[in-house]
């Protein structure tokens, strides 16, 4: 986007590592993957996690989250994504009942759902992402150039499981899981 006075912070985490984190949790042939077709960075997590599926061994069936119906067309996966979609976490709270009622795994690239059911998430540290922000900020109202300012890359990565959530799934959570955890819900 150089040229365009634009800047920000990106959150892209590494989704292979969540991903091969999902399946230590539970074997996994089938991945649905929840993301919203109008929100452009998640069209291209879903296409990374359908590609990945082919070196993790396991298929991807996308779910274009665009309202509360669609989460309820989820069936025979045995696993689910959420990407970093504001669409999807509107309804996180369906999504997990759809998780439980199924008895599967739920893992995410956003933070937000870890509290309400979701097992697994890789996210960028919210605070730091805040403060980079605010710099940003600060220095267009300074007079900088945000065209100027690079896109900045997440230094503060948090990985929380929900081990209360896993336990009543009755999934079992490996311990260098939960070792590499920066929280864990008990």
């Given at each position: 986007?150089?040229?365009?006075k634009?800047?920000?912070?990106?959150?892209?985490?590494?989704?292979?590592?969540l991903?091969?984190?999902?399946?230590?949790?539970?074997?996994?042939?089938?991945?649905?993957?929840l993301?919203?077709?109008?929100?452009?960075e998640?069209?291209?997590?879903?296409n990374?996690?359908?590609?990945?599926g082919?070196q993790?061994?396991?298929?991807?069936?996308?779910?274009?989250v665009?309202s509360?119906?669609?989460?309820a067309?989820?069936?025979?996966v045995?696993?689910?994504?959420v990407?970093?979609?504001?669409?999807?976490?509107?309804?996180?709270?369906?999504?997990?009942?759809?998780?439980r009622?199924?008895?599967?795994p739920t893992a995410?690239?956003?933070?937000?759902?870890?509290?309400?059911?979701i097992?697994?998430?890789?996210?960028a540290?919210?605070?730091?992402?805040?403060?980079e922000?605010?710099?940003?900020?600060a220095?267009?109202?300074?007079?900088e150039?945000?065209?100027?300012?690079?896109i900045a890359n997440?230094?503060?990565?948090?990985?929380?499981?929900n081990?209360?959530?896993?336990t009543?799934?009755?999934l079992?959570?490996?311990?260098?899981?939960?070792s590499?955890?920066t929280?864990?819900?008990?």
């Amino acid at each position: 986007m150089k040229g365009r006075k634009v800047t920000g912070i990106n959150s892209k985490v590494s989704l292979a590592g969540l991903l091969k984190n999902l399946k230590a949790v539970k074997d996994i042939s089938t991945l649905g993957v929840l993301y919203n077709s109008a929100e452009k960075e998640t069209v291209g997590e879903a296409n990374e996690v359908e590609r990945l599926g082919g070196q993790l061994s396991f298929k991807t069936v996308k779910v274009n989250v665009r309202s509360r119906d669609s989460i309820a067309r989820i069936r025979d996966v045995d696993a689910l994504l959420v990407t970093t979609s504001c669409a999807a976490m509107l309804y996180i709270d369906d999504i997990v009942s759809v998780a439980r009622k199924q008895n599967i795994p739920t893992a995410a690239l956003i933070a937000g759902g870890e509290d309400r059911g979701i097992i697994l998430t890789l996210a960028a540290d919210c605070t730091e992402q805040g403060k980079e922000a605010a710099d940003r900020v600060a220095g267009i109202l300074r007079g900088e150039n945000p065209s100027a300012m690079a896109i900045a890359n997440p230094r503060k990565i948090q990985m929380t499981v929900n081990l209360k959530e896993a336990t009543s799934l009755g999934l079992k959570i490996p311990f260098d899981i939960l070792s590499a955890a920066t929280r864990v819900i008990k």
